[in-house]
């Protein structure tokens, strides 16, 4: 499989990685993450509640397990979809080849590959996985990873996390994006599950990313 490549040039956002999270430098402004973002403004104490129940020492081996398979999945697709070859790593590679096979039914284009992205207006960055066209559209494409299948109701910061990049783009390049796609590699069934919300859905999310904005700025 080949893909179109009409890449987007790449603007100098610097990331910078503290004890206190991390920010990105762009035009002579410092950005907060758009994961931080999404992260300080969520009810995370389901997952405290969870490290109190495995133990802190097992729920740290497991979270670093799961950093290093998501690693590994976004390095070798970023290389795939760039029309490079990649070989399949040893313990995650029936989990890649399905998350290539989505893509190859179907991406055509792509137009960025680990963007890095920011807004002026939003005053956050991040690095967006994949912008291209999926199922014909124009689309914000995102990599994630877990271990049990997904629910949409459950997954709303990758959903926001997706909107925020389609905002980056159209300011940035003057890009309208027509959809949002999220790409889970679930461990557990050795599949890819496909979360796509179009833009006729685009308003409910962003009653929410302006409610959590509100929260933010009045911090």
Not at 5 to 28: F, H, M, V, W
Not at 57 to 75: L, V
Not at 136 to 151: C, V
Not at 157 to 185: F, G, H, P, R, S
Request: net charge positive; hydrophobic share 35%.
């Amino acid at each position: 499989m080949t893909f179109e490549l009409q890449l987007l040039p790449k603007q100098e956002i610097i990331r910078c990685d503290s004890e206190n999270g991390r920010t990105y430098a762009y035009q002579g402004c410092h950005y907060t993450s758009v994961t931080s973002f999404l992260s300080q403004t969520s009810d995370m104490s389901y997952l405290e509640e969870w490290k109190k129940r495995v133990g802190e020492d097992s729920a740290a081996a497991i979270t670093e397990r799961a950093t290093k398979r998501g690693n590994t999945i976004h390095e070798s697709l970023e290389r795939y979809v760039l029309n490079q070859h990649t070989d399949e790593s040893p313990s995650h590679g029936v989990i890649i080849k399905a998350m290539k096979q989505r893509l190859n039914k179907n991406l055509d284009r792509v137009y960025g590959v680990e963007l890095p992205l920011a807004s002026h207006e939003l005053k956050l960055a991040g690095t967006g996985d994949l912008i291209g066209r999926y199922k014909g559209k124009k689309s914000i494409i995102d990599y994630k990873g877990s271990n049990k299948p997904k629910q949409l109701k459950y997954i709303d910061n990758y959903v926001l996390q997706c909107l925020i990049y389609a905002k980056m783009v159209t300011e940035m390049y003057n890009i309208d994006i027509e959809q949002l796609v999220i790409l889970v590699a679930v461990s557990a069934t050795y599949n890819t599950q496909e979360f796509i919300i179009d833009r006729a859905d685009f308003p409910k999310y962003e009653k929410k990313l302006n409610k959590r904005m509100a929260e933010w700025n009045s911090k």
